[in-house]
């Protein structure tokens, strides 16, 4: 069974910037990965992804705020997250790039990110 374990979230002011990371339990170099959200009254949504070149992409809502980056080892990725809003709010995931991988790993129990004053 193959675990992701998303940590680093927690309660952030409009403006305000954390970052979160995400441990798999097999090597991730290799696998084209993203950061997902999902909220109560919306759909997960894909927010960025990176390529094993290093090639990342962002989804229009999050571009030029957040940074996604892998680690050295293989075996962690984070997202950086500045200039936070409220609408960021939501559970944040890790997993390969649904949209280039045939099947998702699975779900890890994701971190909280509340952007709130």
């Known amino acids: 069974q193959v675990q992701l374990v998303e940590s680093g979230g927690g309660l952030v002011q409009p403006g305000g910037s954390l970052s979160v990371s995400c441990a798999s339990s097999?090597?991730?170099?290799?696998?084209?990965m993203a950061w997902y959200r999902q909220t109560p009254d919306k759909e997960r949504e894909l927010v960025a992804a990176?390529?094993?070149?290093?090639?990342?992409d962002y989804s229009d809502s999050v571009k030029g705020r957040f940074t996604i980056s892998r680690d050295n080892t293989g075996n962690t990725m984070s997202l950086q997250m500045n200039n936070l809003k409220p609408e960021d709010t939501a559970v944040y995931y890790c997993?390969?790039?649904?949209?280039?991988?045939?099947?998702?790993?699975?779900w890890g129990q994701g971190t909280q990110v509340t952007v709130s004053s």
């Open positions: 997993n390969v790039d649904e949209r280039k991988h045939r099947q998702l790993l699975s």
């Open positions: 097999i090597g991730i170099r290799w696998y084209a």
């Open positions: 990176i390529t094993p070149p290093g090639k990342t």
